[in-house]
């Protein structure tokens, strides 16, 4: 089911293992022009264009884009009991994992007299984003507002796809997510029209106002992340979110069982997602393509799946050993990675680039996607070479505060005037010069 590729009794250059590896195939360019106009419909017409939207493509429209307090209460209420405990029990771990990512502000004193303070600060107001679509994503509430709410952030509000079975709002148990939250700002809306309207603000249809944000947190699907992109930089983003994936390092201790499982359950997210095996066993390869044909004709979304798996962005790479396998799983950069090897902690130490690291059989990625405490808010595509998934520090600001006496700019004020002039900007030294009487610059 998985293609292969066979790198055996070879290793790669970083730049021919990112050209050969499987990669899901997704290009935010190509529907730049579609979102636009929906951005800029938002922009000039507010609600009006949101609901347009809406009723296009979620197949209703809701009474109003605020989700009234009543609803929420009513969604908790009704929510069953154990996906209740679960939920409960999912938010205390990533609370006690968050918490532990606060930072405190430094003060240093660089000379007698001066100092400079690293004071961090929270984004005001956030938006924060759940999907709808193929599945329900109360899970994706709790991975946002948890790091948001740690990090002192004043204002949030979830944003969630309406849904035409519930009347025109979110899904109940997105819903009853909020509310144990203690979130009480829902709007029902999705997609691009739901950046836009984050990033402008407006007027809901009741004539409330819908405050504009600072910043948009969350995964969605390719137009969604092309609006993020089109309004980066009147909001602050946390990434452009691409179709979900798993790598897993495994040698010939690893369990073919548990490997197909944890490929198989990162297939179902989408037909998109990539899962992908790197292992030194030629023999657990094997094994897993005879677990995966089993397992898959088992699972609910078996044609969603085997889509996904049979897809350009999944196979199985073969290596000579552990240490290329390294150096295979660190040019991919997954999204999730699980290191199922002898001496799984060792391998795991040595890796640099994953958005999250599982390490060995009782550690899976729906671990971590619910009860590990981490977040799932991960960077694909290989972003994950150079970003950090979602946490109290993306909703922080660090500013520099400085603090200098009049004698501790006195005494560099000579090394100021003699940089601004090397860098021909002679006003720079001048600010200083002014201070303590040592002249002007003449125009040259």
């Not at 040019?331 to 040595?350: D, G, P």
């Not at 680039?353 to 729906?366: E, L, R």
Request: proline share 5%; charged share 25%; with cysteine.
């Amino acid at each position: 089911m998985l293609s292969r590729i066979d790198l055996r009794g070879r290793v790669p250059s970083p730049a021919e293992l990112r050209a050969a590896l499987p990669r899901a195939e997704t290009d935010v360019d190509v529907v730049l022009d579609r979102v636009r106009p929906m951005v800029e419909a938002v922009h000039h017409r507010g609600v009006e264009a949101v609901m347009e939207f809406t009723e296009q493509f979620d197949g209703v429209r809701p009474a109003t884009v605020r989700v009234p307090a009543g609803e929420l209460a009513k969604a908790e209420r009704e929510l069953d009991p154990k996906v209740r405990e679960a939920l409960q029990e999912t938010i205390k771990r990533a609370r006690l994992v968050h918490a532990d990512q606060r930072r405190t502000d430094t003060t240093t004193q660089v000379v007698p007299g001066g100092t400079v303070t690293e004071r961090w600060v929270p984004v005001q107001r956030v938006g924060l984003y759940a999907p709808g679509g193929l599945a329900v994503y109360p899970s994706s509430v709790v991975m946002n507002v948890v790091p948001a709410q740690t990090a002192g952030v004043e204002s949030l509000v979830v944003c969630s796809p309406p849904q035409k079975d519930f009347g025109g709002l979110p899904h109940p148990t997105v819903l009853a997510a909020c509310a144990l939250l203690e979130v009480d700002e829902v709007w029902a809306v999705g997609g691009a029209q739901a950046v836009a309207l984050l990033a402008y603000g407006g007027t809901d249809t009741d004539g409330a106002e819908l405050a504009p944000v600072d910043m948009v947190t969350g995964p969605g699907n390719i137009y969604l992340t092309a609006a993020k992109r089109l309004l980066r930089g009147l909001i602050g983003i946390d990434s452009e979110a691409g179709p979900t994936e798993i790598a897993i390092l495994a040698d010939e201790t690893a369990d073919p069982v548990h490997v197909a499982a944890d490929l198989i359950s990162q297939a179902e997210h989408d037909t998109l997602a990539a899962s992908v095996l790197v292992t030194t066993s030629e023999e657990l390869a094997d094994q897993v393509d005879v677990e995966l044909r089993r397992q898959v004709q088992a699972t609910k979304h078996d044609e969603r799946v085997t889509t996904a798996l049979s897809g350009k962005q999944s196979g199985c790479v073969l290596v000579s050993d552990v240490d290329t396998g390294v150096k295979v799983v660190d040019a991919y950069a997954a999204e999730h990675l699980e290191i199922q090897t002898a001496n799984a902690q060792e391998v795991a130490a040595r890796v640099r680039s994953a958005g999250a690291i599982f390490i060995g059989a009782y550690s899976p990625v729906s671990l971590g996607d619910y009860c590990a405490g981490s977040n799932h808010v991960l960077p694909t595509g290989g972003c994950a070479r150079h970003s950090s998934g979602l946490s109290v520090q993306t909703f922080l600001k660090g500013i520099h505060v400085v603090d200098y006496s009049a004698d501790a700019l006195r005494e560099v004020a000579d090394k100021v005037i003699a940089l601004a002039n090397a860098e021909d900007l002679p006003a720079h030294g001048q600010a200083v010069a002014v201070r303590f009487d040592l002249g002007r610059f003449e125009k040259r």
